[in-house]
């Protein structure tokens, strides 16, 4: 278990969700919901989250199959790379309950957590190294200011010697938590445990 | 899931083609590039009880507010051949939605611009506003995923130009 971290309302301690609409209830699903909770994620059955998105199950089973795409394929940009793309966007849109999940993902791969105190407390100074503030800079170039983002700002990740489908992972990452930060920030609520 | 003959949106829109090296990392990343596809597909089905042309009009609004030229031409386009008057698109399209005097479509189109510029504005009296303009949990959820959507599509988009124009000057 990685020490306990909180800063400006960010914390990587494990947190619940909570909908703020009336959910699919788990044991009346239909066979099609069943089946797309099952693909979506291991615990889904016992999410809020999922059980709020299942009441349009081919949406979610198409896009938890480019999320699931995104993140866990094998090949290309280090899954740690990532995920350190997913906490940056999830820090600029200010999603607390994302920032959590992908802070410990991030330091389960990365075997690093100091960088994540840094995220929370001020994501421009919190890069430990080159790379990571290349991955930083492009999460949040393309977060912040999307119709000013130009060839100039993969540049950077060029000069990490990125390749061409490592440059498009961290593009995939970083866009999708422009989706699921939404989802998780406008359907419900981050729960915190109780202290 | 599309079938390998059928167009693929991003690719028909930034012309992208098997030559360049920006196609050829989608190409690798293949179930990323279908699921998005097939995402965008079940969106914008006609049988979703959230009207089509009010979801061609926020994919519309959202585009346009995040000056994304290719996108905001390709729902524009299909605004119109969905039967969509030319003076709501008008509307839409320069941001006079507080114009849009049916109560539904106004509160759908305040919450996706609240909610496309910053994910922060999100709190559960704007969700109570929906359903008080008569949206279903289903049509908010709709409407939700659309809205996700099109800011992921907005900055892959994005993403891909930089990509092959970083390509082309290389």
Known sequence: ?195 | MQSAESSDLIDTLLDLKPDSKTWQARQFREKVKNGTQASYEALFAPELHLPLKDRWLVALYASSLMKAPELTAHYTEQALLAGIEEKLVQIVTEDHVEDIVKCELNSVLQFTKKLILDPIEGNEEALLTLKESGLSTQDVVVLGQLIGFLAYQIRLVAGLKAMRKLEDAA
């Open chain 1, 1 to 195: 278990m990685s020490d306990v971290i909180k800063a400006n309302g960010f914390t990587n301690q494990t947190l619940g969700w909570k909908a703020w609409l009336d959910v699919v209830d788990a044991n009346a699903a239909t066979p099609e919901q069943n089946k797309v909770l099952e693909a979506s994620h291991p615990q889904a059955k016992t999410s809020d989250y999922y059980l709020l998105l299942v009441h349009e199950p081919h949406i979610l089973d198409q896009r938890s199959y480019t999320y699931n795409a995104i993140m866990y394929a094998p090949g290309g940009l280090n899954r740690a790379d990532r995920e350190l793309g997913a906490l940056a966007v999830s820090r600029v849109n200010g999603c607390v309950y994302c920032a959590s999940v992908h802070a410990q993902r991030f330091e389960q791969l990365a075997k690093r957590n100091e960088i994540v105190r840094d995220v929370f407390e001020d994501l421009a100074t919190a890069a430990k190294n080159e790379r990571d503030a290349a991955v930083i800079e492009v999460a949040t170039a393309l977060t912040r200011d999307v119709s000013g983002f130009d060839a100039d700002q993969l540049q950077v990740l060029k000069d990490q010697e990125f390749n061409e489908v490592e440059m498009l992972d961290l593009i995939h990452s970083v866009s999708v938590f422009g989706w699921a930060n939404r989802l998780m920030q406008n359907l419900g609520e981050p729960v915190f445990p109780a202290q």
